[in-house]
Nanobody
Framework: QVQLVESGGGLVQAGGSLRLSCAAS????????MGWFRQAPGKERESVAA????????YYADSVKGRFTISRDNAKNTVYLQMSSLKPEDTAVYYC?????????????????WGQGTQVTVSS
């Protein structure tokens, strides 16, 4: 079965950096657009970034543009989210998800495989 396992979350001070990883198995990774999403307490899950199956197209939410970078290594079946200049409002559980040959701007409902999430906490 498909498994997506996130890692790399933690506690960091404002202005700091973290790199999240998501290791995928049970799917043809290179055929999936991969996305990062986050959900803060009391808020809806929101899209953060996405990368096309070949890596040529990316999407970023306005709130993270210039601070976060999504990348992927198809040889390692892994997608990354490099987060820099972190702010307290970035605090959330971060999830990776897979969307078969989807557009990078696809809605959340189009992602049909999800990881369990990793907590990111940014202190002020």
């Amino acid at each position: 079965q498909v498994q997506l396992v996130e890692s790399g979350g933690g506690l960091v001070q404002a202005g700091g950096s973290l790199r999240l990883s998501c290791a995928a198995s049970g799917l043809i990774f290179s055929s999936y657009t991969m996305g990062w999403f986050r959900q803060a307490p009391g808020k809806e899950r929101e899209s953060v970034a996405a990368i096309s199956w070949g890596g040529g197209n990316t999407y970023y939410a306005d709130s993270v543009k210039g601070r976060f970078t999504i990348s992927r290594d198809n040889a390692k079946n892994t997608v990354y989210l490099q987060m820099s200049s972190l702010k307290p409002e970035d605090t959330a559980v971060y999830y990776c998800a897979a969307n078969f040959r989807g557009d990078v701007g696809a809605a959340i409902r189009n992602y049909n495989h999800w990881g369990q999430g990793t907590q990111v906490t940014v202190s002020s």
